[in-house]
Antibody, heavy 117, light 110 residues
């Protein structure tokens, strides 16, 4: 079964750091591009970051550039999102998704990050 | 940066009726890179349509997508109770690579 499972969410204070993980199974992770997408409470979907499967190229939304880092460990079939200098506006459910330019066809169940003082 | 505007914000219909959801882009979008997703409360989004008109695996044929350029439409021909949800359009732009979502259309039971 094709599956993505996020973990690592939690409650943090502004300025703190957190690393999210996304464990993949049921497909060839090493050749698959991946996205992180987030959803603030009661709001719509916002793309956060992309990492290619071929050369590891990475891209970020302007709202997280310089603070967040996407990475992957193909040997562990795991995607990561290192989040530094967290702000209240980063509060959201974070989803990982298997991606192509045309679509995001597999999504995890999400992990919740709350940033509050 | 391309902005996607979905309309209406909320659509109130009854089971058995047809639904038409609109997604308008601020500039022309390649149809290859236009997708639609369904999201139910407490669940992750689910891919419905990609390439503007291709149904994803397992999606019933009452869901169809159409459009080109700046105007795209998701049509649900006969609403089932499980179709009431929020629907998002999404496009991919390559320079620089980024994904953009519309703000969503909530389809609610009338």
């Amino acid at each position: 079964e094709v599956q993505l499972l996020e973990s690592g969410g939690g409650l943090l204070q502004p300025g703190e750091s957190l690393r999210l993980s996304c464990a993949a199974s049921g497909f060839t992770f090493s050749s698959s591009a991946m996205n992180w997408v987030r959803q603030a409470p009661g709001k719509g979907l916002e793309w956060v970051s992309f990492i290619s499967g071929s050369d590891g190229s990475t891209y970020y939304a302007d709202s997280v550039k310089g603070r967040f880092t996407i990475s992957r460990d193909n040997s562990k079939k795991t995607l990561y999102l290192q989040m530094n200098s967290l702000r209240a506006e980063d509060t959201a459910v974070y989803y990982c998704a298997k991606a192509t330019p045309a679509k995001m066809d597999v999504w995890g169940q999400g992990t919740t990050v709350t940033v509050s003082s | 940066e391309i902005v996607l505007t979905q309309s209406p914000g909320t659509l109130s219909l009854s089971p058995g009726e047809g639904a038409t959801l609109s997604c308008r882009a601020s500039q022309s979008v390649s149809s290859i890179y236009l997708a639609w997703y369904q999201q139910k409360p407490g669940q992750a989004p689910r891919l419905l349509i990609y390439g503007a008109s291709s149904r994803a695996t397992g999606i019933p044929d009452r869901f169809s997508g159409s459009g080109s350029g700046t105007d795209f439409t998701l049509t649900i021909s006969r609403l089932e109770p499980e179709d009431f949800a929020v629907y998002y359009c999404q496009q991919y732009g390559s320079s620089p690579p980024r994904y953009t979502f519309g703000q969503g259309t909530k389809l609610e039971i009338k």
